[in-house]
């Protein structure tokens, strides 16, 4: 029996329980499951099983020279200055300062200005990020799109690299396998 390579694609986190039910269906039958989510944060409630390799889009996405750049000089910058300046009588209010910065600016920049315009600016980035972490040299047997912001990035990932997937078919999973019965006939065929 081969050994089967599922990539689980589940950016949108709305699927959550039945792709840990999946991918552990995978891992049970001897295979290799990997999942693509979105932010690792909204799985920390659906426990993924041991063995499931995990590939957070966010992290892949502050390896680019933009997003870089702006964690350092919005966030580690002033962070650096705090902890050089807060030290002795100082501490108090240079961390009340920072606290408010971060509040009050920073993250209003962040999530207000740049996100908005870099994800209109770089909308292949993300594509060719995963395509670069993930896929590249990685065979699988096959691709699960499990909801609805998953189909957006793996066309995408598609436009930006029509061979991304190889041979794989593409299985769509948008409706509730729990409650269509259908989690047996999960993508471990």
């Known amino acids: 029996m081969t050994r089967r390579s599922v990539l689980f694609v589940a950016t949108g986190g709305s699927r959550r329980r039945a792709v840990s039910?999946?991918?552990a269906e995978v891992l049970a039958a001897g295979g290799r499951a990997t999942v693509i989510v979105d932010h690792l944060g909204a799985w920390k409630s659906?426990?993924?099983p041991d063995g499931v390799e995990i590939v957070e889009t966010t992290a892949l996405e502050l390896r680019h020279?933009?997003?870089?750049?702006e964690q350092l000089l919005v966030f580690a910058a002033p962070a650096f200055v705090v902890r050089v300046l807060g030290r002795g009588a100082l501490m108090r209010p240079v961390t009340r300062l920072h606290r408010a910065y971060l509040r009050l600016f920073a993250t209003r920049?962040?999530?207000g200005l740049f996100m908005p315009v870099y994800r209109a600016l770089t909308r292949r980035v993300r594509a060719r990020l995963i395509s670069r972490a993930v896929l590249r040299g990685a065979a699988y047997d096959a691709v699960v799109v499990s909801d609805?912001?998953?189909v957006?990035?793996?066309a995408a990932i598609r436009r930006a690299d029509p061979y991304a997937f190889g041979a794989a078919p593409l299985t769509f999973r948008l409706t509730d396998a729990e409650a269509a019965g259908a989690?047996?006939?999960g993508a471990a065929r």
Do not use: K, M, Q, T
């Open 65 to 69: 020279w933009a997003r870089a750049w």
């Open 148 to 150: 609805p912001r998953s």
């Open 21 to 23: 039910i999946e991918s």
């Open 46 to 48: 659906s426990a993924l």
């Open 109 to 111: 920049l962040h999530r």
């Open 183 to 185: 989690v047996g006939a």
């Open 152 to 154: 957006i990035d793996v």
